[in-house]
C-alpha cells in the first residue's frame, strides 16, 4: 500500500552556487519506499511537513515522516 513520505534534509545548491538544504514529499510505494508520481522540493522543512500531512489527509495515506530539520 503506497503512503505519504517526507524525507530531507538533503543538499542542493541554490543559483550562487551555495549549499542549501532541501526536504521531499512524495506518494512512495510501500515495497521499495521508491516515489510514485511527482515528488515535491522544499527550502522550508515546516513547509514541508505541512504539504505530507494535507496529503495524508487528503488521499488518506499513511505519513511516514523521516526528516529532521536543518
Known amino acids: 500500500m503506497p503512503y505519504i513520505s517526507v524525507t530531507g534534509p538533503e543538499s ?3 543559483h550562487e552556487g ?9 506518494v512512495a510505494d510501500d515495497r521499495d519506499g521508491d ?3 511527482k515528488i515535491y522540493w522544499y ?3 515546516s513547509a ?3 504539504l505530507g500531512r494535507r496529503m495524508a489527509r487528503d ?3 499513511e505519513l511516514v515522516d523521516e526528516s529532521m530539520p536543518a
Open 59 to 61: 488521499q488518506r495515506l
Open 35 to 37: 516515489p510514485v508520481g
Open 48 to 50: 514541508a511537513q505541512d
Open 18 to 26: 551555495d549549499e542549501i538544504p532541501v526536504w521531499t514529499v512524495c
Open 12 to 14: 542542493d545548491v541554490n
Open 43 to 45: 527550502h522550508n522543512h
